[in-house]
């Protein structure tokens, strides 16, 4: 949330900033929301409203702050920019929890049924990717050979991968001393 508040006060805060902001949203032509909120810290709420705005401005948010010279890595590092969707993702689902929890006719059992039938929607979900993807994890020597067939020891190519295992490492020792291809895989 720090640099996600830091950027939105800086563009929100001075005039000339959020002017310039705006027109960069307009050069950018997608249909993109028109500004960004301001944040304010009392309001809690605010930041899934704050957090989900600015995750949609994000190429005209990384595009403004190049242009002032102000160096933000967060806005490059996808693990930054995943973990950034999944608290936009759980901020939205929150405010939504919080805006039924306020409904005059709401009753506090019937939001609490809501949150667990979640809870077992997201446990369920949990449990279908670790059953889907569980294989996985036997074949990562394979796939480690895919992705980089350079950097992987010989005895991932084993069976069912390959049916003659010896000649399979005499062609990864050839693989692994060849300079022009390791020049063209790097």
């Known amino acids: 949330m720090k640099p996600v508040m830091e950027i939105v006060n800086y563009i929100r805060t001075h005039a000339l900033n959020h002017r ?8 950018l032509h997608q249909g993109l929301p028109g500004d960004l909120p301001l944040h304010c810290t009392v309001r809690w709420l605010s930041k899934s409203k704050v957090l989900s705005r ?3 401005l994000l190429d005209a948010v990384k595009l403004f702050m190049e242009e002032k010279d102000k160096d933000y890595p967060e ?8 973990d950034l969707a999944f608290s936009v993702d759980m901020l939205c689902h929150l405010d939504r929890l919080n805006l039924t929890l306020q409904a005059s006719d709401q009753v506090t059992s019937a939001a609490m049924k809501k949150k667990d039938r979640y809870a077992t929607l997201a446990a369920n979900l949990h449990k279908s990717f670790v059953t889907r993807f569980c294989d996985l994890q036997l074949k ?20 069912p991968l390959v049916t003659d295992v010896a ?13 022009q291809l390791k020049a063209v895989l790097r």
């Open 20 to 27: 310039q902001f705006r027109n960069i949203i307009a050069e």
């Open 54 to 56: 600015f995750f949609e």
């Open 75 to 82: 806005l490059s590092d996808l693990e930054w920019i995943m």
């Open 140 to 159: 990562r020597p394979q796939i480690t050979f895919l992705v980089d067939p350079l950097n992987v020891d010989t005895d991932c190519l084993k069976a």
């Open 167 to 179: 000649a399979a490492e005499l062609e990864m020792i050839d693989l692994c001393e060849a300079d």
